[in-house]
């Protein structure tokens, strides 16, 4: 669920804060009020640029309550990149209109501005052309997927051409359902998409997107430091050429739960730690190495290949390495992509 901060600066907006916290159940909302206009149940600010500031990098979404320019002189000393700017909604005090300032694409601004205005009966007024029109959005798609752009500026070369009426390409590893009138199996399509992890270009302009869902599972001895788990993963992803931008998730046997040096590496790469029993991990299916020596120890004889398998319901793409105590393996998620998904 995508963390957002709402931020108000007057008694409206304050109550109006209350309200979204207590029914947006779509969002995870902590609330910012300014010293004056606050209550028990949200946090106090002086100054709203500082607070963005301090906060900028933390949120998913930033939902400011008041004048769209004061929200604007707040964020832009911290404005960066489209795809790593935090999504930026502005609301009137008065909940009329629910304005997306940046990121509505691939950021979710567009989307928490609906939901939003869903909910508190008012106007979202989203401006980007190819919501407007109801044509495809490279940039939603993909947020909505979970697949990594690669190249932005082929990005905008494809949503440009889309509103110009061209039929877009797609050449896919992975099924695909509701495709839109904007896209074409067509492989003869000037501009198009390719969905892989391969190092393809199958039309003249195409936009590579890469699906974010390998899992890594990794075994290691009891008190492993981080760096020595570091080291043996970026080397053998590196070997396997597997990016770690694609990896969503560790997976790990329940007893490694409380692991320092693999909860610093999840820290590191913002990765969640999921954890199974032996039990689970022995009871999943697959063509796994076996170690009689590691099922002595933890009760299943593979830990990396099985956990990884497990939490990602997929199949192995990287068969267990080893180094120095400590084992890793990869699975892939299986992905159906859908055309209609929303980011919320």
């Excluded at 067509?186 to 390719?194: E, I, N, R």
Aim: glycine share 8%; net charge neutral.
């Amino acid at each position: 669920m995508m963390k957002a901060a709402v931020i108000s600066i007057s008694e409206k907006g304050r109550e109006l804060s209350l309200c979204i916290k207590k029914s947006a159940d779509f969002i995870g909302v902590e609330r910012f009020c300014l010293r004056s206009y606050s209550d028990f149940g949200s946090r106090c600010f002086e100054n709203i640029g500082g607070l963005v500031t301090d906060i900028w990098d933390r949120y998913d979404a930033l939902v400011f309550i008041c004048a769209s320019g004061i929200a604007v002189r707040a964020i832009a000393p911290h404005i960066s990149s489209k795809t790593t700017d935090p999504a930026v909604v502005v609301i009137d005090e008065d909940g009329r209109f629910v304005i997306p300032v940046l990121s509505g694409h691939i950021g979710g601004a567009n989307a928490i501005a609906v939901r939003l205005s869903e909910l508190i009966g008012a106007q979202a007024a989203v401006t980007t052309a190819t919501d407007i029109g109801g044509h495809f959005s490279p940039d939603s798609f993909a947020a909505a997927n979970g697949l990594i752009i690669t190249d932005m500026e082929a990005a905008k070369l494809v949503a440009s051409a889309v509103l110009n009426g061209e039929r877009i390409g797609i050449v896919s590893d992975y099924g695909f359902i509701n495709l839109p009138e904007d896209i074409t199996e067509d492989t003869s399509c000037k501009f198009g998409l390719y969905i892989g992890a391969e190092d393809k270009k199958p039309f003249s302009v195409t936009l590579r997107l890469v699906p974010k869902n390998v899992v890594l599972g990794i075994g290691c001895k009891r008190g492993t430091d981080f760096k020595t788990i570091d080291v043996l993963v970026r080397m053998a992803l590196h070997n396997a050429k597997i990016t770690m931008e694609r990896v969503e998730k560790i997976a790990t046997i329940d007893i490694k739960k409380d692991e320092q040096g693999l909860l610093q590496f999840c820290e590191k790469y913002g990765l969640e730690l999921l954890t199974y029993t032996a039990q689970e991990l022995m009871e999943t299916e697959g063509n796994f190495s076996s170690s009689l020596f590691v099922k002595k120890v933890t009760g299943v004889d593979n830990v990396c290949e099985r956990s990884a398998v497990k939490c990602s319901g997929g199949r192995l793409i990287l068969r267990k390495k080893a180094a120095n105590g400590v084992t890793v393996a990869a699975a892939d998620r299986p992905l159906i992509l859908d055309f209609e998904r929303k980011i919320l």
